[in-house]
Nanobody, 120 residues
Framework: QVQLVESGGGLVQAGGSLRLSCAAS????????MGWYRQAPGNQRELVAQ???????NYADSVKGRFTVSRDNAKNTMYLQMNSLKPEDTAVYYC??????????????WGQGTQVTVSS
């Protein structure tokens, strides 16, 4: 099947930067869209950024201008460059991949998440 592994989380001071990555492994599939989500304690999981196979992207208003999502199709990897981090960005960040099987049909997979903590 498909496995997603996030990395790059950690502790950073306000105003600093982090880059997250999400690597997909498996066979017999192609990724047509990927997204980053986050969930802070006491809050619902929310969409942060998404990117399609045509490289179009969208961002939540709270991160627009600070975060940049990109992907490397050859490596089946998505990235999230996070700049000017704020304490309110603290959350577990999750990767989600929307895939198409070679024989047809679509499904979605979640990664297990990576913790991002921004100190004031």
């Amino acid at each position: 099947q498909v496995q997603l592994v996030e990395s790059g989380g950690g502790l950073v001071q306000a105003g600093g930067s982090l880059r997250l990555s999400c690597a997909a492994s498996g066979s017999d599939f192609s990724i047509y869209a990927m997204g980053w989500y986050r969930q802070a304690p006491g809050n619902q999981r929310e969409l942060v950024a998404q990117i399609t196979s045509s490289d179009t992207s969208n961002y939540a208003d709270s991160v627009k201008g600070r975060f940049t999502v990109s992907r490397d199709n050859a490596k089946n990897t998505m990235y999230l460059q996070m700049n000017s981090l704020k304490p309110e960005d603290t959350a577990v960040y999750y990767c989600k991949a929307h895939i198409t099987w070679r024989w047809g049909g679509r499904t979605s997979y979640w990664g297990q998440g990576t913790q991002v903590t921004v100190s004031s």
